[in-house]
Each structure stands twice: as C-alpha cells, then as structure tokens.
C-alpha cells in the first residue's frame, strides 16, 4: 500500500515562496508519475502539476505556469512543489497524487495524500 505525506504549508503573504513536499511509501514512487492537486474552500479539487516517472516531462495547469515548479527525487522518494509569487486565490488545500501510469500527460490518480494548507494573505 502506497502512502503519501505532504509537508511544508503554512501562511504567507502575497508574493512570497513555499517549497511543498511529498514523501512516498512504498516501492512505485521511482516508476509512477507523481502529481499535486488543490483544492479551495467551496470549489472543486483541481489539477495543477504532474512529472513523469523519470522526470523528462513535466505538465502544469495554466494558471500556475512561470510560477510553480513540480521536482522529484526518485532516491528520497519524494516529490517537490516550488510555488512562487503566491497570489491570494491560491490558497487551498493542497494534495499530492501519484498516478496508475508513469507520464504525466495522462495522469490517472491512485492514491492521495492527506493534504497540506497554503493561506496566502494579501
């Protein structure tokens, strides 16, 4: 069984940096893709960011390109959200995934992580 902990959310002030992590059990993090959703209060979970098993590609939703950068380290079992230039609306709750398949372009979610809070204050 697969599990996921996200880690490193927390509040910041518009225009600030945070670096998310998602540390993996198991023995498929290094041949899955691996991805982070979110989700705001009262909307639905949404996509934002997906890397392939090996790190060669990377796919992000629209709203977070030039400013969210998705990372994995396939020895730490770990896979990484660099989020800058933090806007109020993107506070949410957010979510790491990894997929059934190994590219991110066709992300299928397996198994969630319980979640970790972003608050960005203006």
């Known amino acids: 069984q697969v599990q996921l902990v996200e880690s490193g959310g927390g509040l910041v002030q518009a225009g600030g940096s945070l670096r998310l992590s998602c540390a993996a059990s198991?023995?498929?993090?290094?041949?899955?893709?691996m991805g982070w959703f979110r989700q705001a209060p009262g909307k639905e979970r949404e996509f934002v960011a997906a890397?392939?098993?090996?790190?060669?590609?990377?796919n992000y939703a629209n709203s977070v390109k030039g400013r969210f950068t998705i990372s994995r380290d396939n020895a730490k079992n770990t896979v990484y959200l660099q989020i800058n230039t933090l806007k109020p609306e993107d506070t949410a709750v957010y979510y790491c995934?990894?997929?059934?398949?190994?590219?991110?372009?066709?992300?299928?979610?397996?198994?969630w992580g319980q979640g970790t809070q972003v608050t960005v204050s203006s």
């Open positions: 890397i392939s098993w090996n790190a060669v590609s990377t």
């Open positions: 995934a990894q997929s059934r398949g190994a590219f991110s372009n066709t992300f299928s979610t397996a198994f």
């Open positions: 198991g023995r498929t993090f290094s041949s899955s893709a």
